[in-house]
């Protein structure tokens, strides 16, 4: 008996003293420049990309970007925030190279007009508005968040023990329970991407990502003698809607810039395994291939990419010699190109794709490329053959790689040989 009555006491003291609880103590306050996600580095990797990939004289593409709003409506519960424009041009601002968002007129700059007009007109003096003309894009962004499907799948399980010991006043029973809980939604994003003429550009723009929630309880409680006391604990962990967000705003505009640009953008993050190879990008590279050949660069083209590869011993001349037979058969080593006639698309995909991410290789390859085009041309080795080139064309069009970015004057070609290019790069490799 008087140990149930010091157990009370216990308990008395425990319920009282709990409901005068001490104030928590919180941790100061550490603002930060801004939130990252774990693949804020691909949007970093992008940049160097796009430097190793477009030549110099290559233009800047602006972006404009629409309101990106929530279409599934869960934003009415506060889960989500409504609209993450903001989340997007955060994104495509941080990928500086060759690449800008353009702002379009908003209904404030057409308010500040109408006013500057109307004042003007009562001055009988021309004012010239503070709004300037703005650049037309050469993409505009449109989306939404477009799926938000709460508890595709979750577990749970329970686990439960109870027993007692004594007898009579003494008898002592105890319980414990321990639990646990989780459950996956999904949530995505989608995008459309237009050119100047309204044109969509092709693919599927967006991702989608699972975000978790999880939940862990502990319950432990005893009795003596009809006076009972317990002790239970709850704790709950969940992917935070708004990172996921963010993370999705990023490596969509990745996956909008690298395809537009046409240039492998799946490099990026490539430690983490984040992008596949875009198949609509490999289709463009056939293309700008093609127009290579079309416009006799193969040969000085490829010298380039054998620069960029990290080859020291070849020179941009446009003449198919010995030496650079020697670094095409080991890079095609390299990389296991098993087509070994020349050109072919084999060969001058494992050259693209695996150019170094290494801006100062590339601006040596570049440098030597456009010197090739100005007609400065380095002194050819001993034995050189001469390559079977066709006058290049002149295009004014927008640039794209590598000869349509923007055409220039390129020296006379050499006279033609009955060189056969399948043979004499199948004879060294």
């Known amino acids: 008996m008087k140990l149930s009555k010091f157990f009370i006491g216990i308990f008395t003291s425990f319920?009282?003293?709990?409901?005068?609880?001490?104030?928590?103590q919180l941790e100061d306050m550490e603002p930060t420049v801004q939130s990252n996600s774990r693949y804020i580095s691909a949007l970093h990797d992008m940049n160097t990309i796009l430097e190793v990939y477009l030549p110099p004289d290559y233009?800047?593409?602006?972006?404009h970007i629409k309101s990106i709003r929530d279409f599934t409506g869960?934003?009415?519960?506060?889960?989500?925030p409504p609209d993450i424009t903001p989340l997007v041009r955060d994104a495509l601002s941080q990928i500086h190279y060759k690449v800008r968002h353009i702002e379009q007129y908003t209904q404030e700059d057409a308010t500040q007009l109408n006013v500057e007009n109307a004042m003007s007109g009562l001055q009988?003096?021309?004012?010239?508005?503070n709004t300037g003309i703005r650049t037309s894009p050469h993409y505009t962004i449109a989306g939404s968040i477009s799926q938000f499907d709460r508890n595709l799948s979750s577990t749970s399980s329970n686990r439960y023990a109870s027993g007692a010991f004594g007898g009579g006043t003494a008898r002592v029973n105890v319980s414990a329970s321990n639990s646990d809980a989780a459950s996956i939604s999904r949530l995505g994003v989608s995008f459309s991407v237009y050119d100047r003429h309204g044109i969509s550009c092709p693919g599927r723009f967006g991702a989608t990502v699972d975000v978790a929630f999880a939940k862990n309880g502990n319950d432990i409680g005893f009795a003596i003698y009809g006076t009972g006391i317990g002790f239970a604990k709850e704790a709950t962990a969940m992917h935070g809607r708004h990172q996921a967000l963010q993370m999705l705003a990023e490596l969509s505009v990745i996956q909008i810039v690298g395809r537009t640009m046409t240039i492998p953008y799946w490099r990026a993050g490539a430690e983490a395994n984040i992008f596949d190879v875009d198949p609509l990008v490999i289709e463009n590279m056939k293309s700008e291939f093609q127009s290579t050949i079309n416009d006799g660069?193969?040969?000085p083209f490829t010298q380039m990419q054998c620069i960029a590869n990290g080859d020291n011993t070849v020179s941009v001349t446009g003449v198919l010699d010995e030496v650079t037979l020697a670094a095409l058969g080991r890079l095609a080593d390299k990389y296991n190109v098993k087509d070994r006639s020349f050109p072919n698309f084999e060969l001058y995909c494992a050259l693209e794709l695996n150019k170094l991410l290494d801006t100062t290789i590339s601006h040596r390859a570049w440098a030597a490329y456009n010197a090739f085009k100005a007609g400065v041309i380095p002194v050819a080795t001993p034995k050189a053959t001469p390559a079977q080139q066709k006058p290049a064309r002149t295009s004014s069009s927008a640039p794209s790689k590598p000869n349509t970015k923007k055409a220039s004057p390129k020296p006379a070609a050499p006279a033609p040989s009955s060189l056969d290019y399948d043979s004499a790069l199948e004879g060294l490799l």
């Open 15 to 24: 319920i009282l003293t709990s409901c005068t609880p001490p104030p928590p």
């Open 59 to 63: 233009g800047t593409r602006f972006y």
């Open 74 to 80: 869960v934003s009415k519960t506060t889960e989500i």
């Open 124 to 129: 009988r003096v021309k004012v010239i508005p």
């Open 297 to 299: 660069v193969i040969v």
